[in-house]
Nanobody, 122 residues
Framework: QVQLVESGGGLVQAGGSLRLSCAAS????????MGWFRQAPGKGREFVAA??????YYADSMKGRFTISRDNAKNTVYLQMNSLKPEDTAVYYC?????????????????WGQGTQVTVSS
């Protein structure tokens, strides 16, 4: 089992950047596939990006603006967000599941963080 804690959210102007971090407990972090999701007010949880080993996957609307990466020595996964838009405003969650592979559905991840708020002003 792994516990996940996100950080790095905040208020940023449109066009700005933020880097989210997700720190994981446990000694087998490198064995986990990790993902980032987001949930805007009144909407469902939406896939943002995922990383398995060193392979990355993105939702189409995030390609070219967001970058997911991981540092297994620090048990941390990151989401670098550039060229932010007001529609990127949401609570961002990291998620994990044991094993490799590409997962983009909420129900495929058993472990979740508490979320971090990102607000992009126009």
């Amino acid at each position: 089992q792994v516990q996940l804690v996100e950080s790095g959210g905040g208020l940023v102007q449109a066009g700005g950047s933020l880097r989210l971090s997700c720190a994981a407990s446990g000694r087998t972090f490198s064995s986990y596939a990790m993902g980032w999701f987001r949930q805007a007010p009144g909407k469902g949880r939406e896939f943002v990006a995922a990383i398995s080993w060193s392979t990355t996957y993105y939702a189409d609307s995030m390609k070219g603006r967001f970058t997911i990466s991981r540092d297994n020595a620090k048990n941390t996964v990151y989401l670098q967000m550039n060229s932010l838009k007001p529609e990127d405003t949401a609570v961002y969650y990291c998620a994990g599941r044991l094993g490799g592979g590409y997962y983009r559905r909420v129900e495929e991840y058993p472990y979740w963080g508490q979320g971090t708020q990102v607000t992009v002003s126009s």
